[in-house]
Nanobody, 128 residues
Framework: QVQLKESGGGSVQPGGSLTLSCAVS?????????????MAWFRQAPGKEREGVAT???????EYSESVKGRFTVTRDGPDITLNLLMDSLKPEDTAMYYC?????????????????WGQGTQVTVSS
């Protein structure tokens, strides 16, 4: 059974920093091919669709959305996989519920509608 357990989040002033972590377990995967595992952070603000923030493959390939590139850093610690998101220079528009996700890469890259396993979400609020 796949489990994703998030921690971190909270409230911070603009320009501040936060770190999110997600412990991933129970996933059967391979390091390449159709069963290659990818992990990602998505976020969803009130009234908006869930959007991808950062994706990291089990082989270390990383992608960021344009809105967070240069400010957020995604890392993966293994072999008991922990997914981290270091968020710097936070802006009010970063305010959202942040979700950890893990799935086969070919599913995850198609967007949140194809992802089968999610964390419970953690709130990030950036406000003065």
């Amino acid at each position: 059974q796949v489990q994703l357990k998030e921690s971190g989040g909270g409230s911070v002033q603009p320009g501040g920093s936060l770190t999110l972590s997600c412990a991933v377990s129970g996933f059967s995967y391979e390091s390449s091919g159709t069963r290659k595992l990818c992990m990602a952070w998505f976020r969803q603000a009130p009234g908006k669709e869930r959007e991808g923030v950062a994706t990291i493959g089990i082989d270390g390939d990383i992608e960021y959305s344009e809105s967070v590139k240069g400010r957020f850093t995604v890392t993966r610690d293994g072999p008991d996989i922990t997914l981290n998101l270091l968020m710097d220079s936070l802006k009010p528009e970063d305010t959202a519920m942040y979700y950890c996700a893990a799935d086969l890469c070919w599913r995850l890259v198609q967007g949140p509608g194809e992802v089968r396993d999610w964390g419970q979400g953690t709130q990030v609020t950036v406000s003065s």
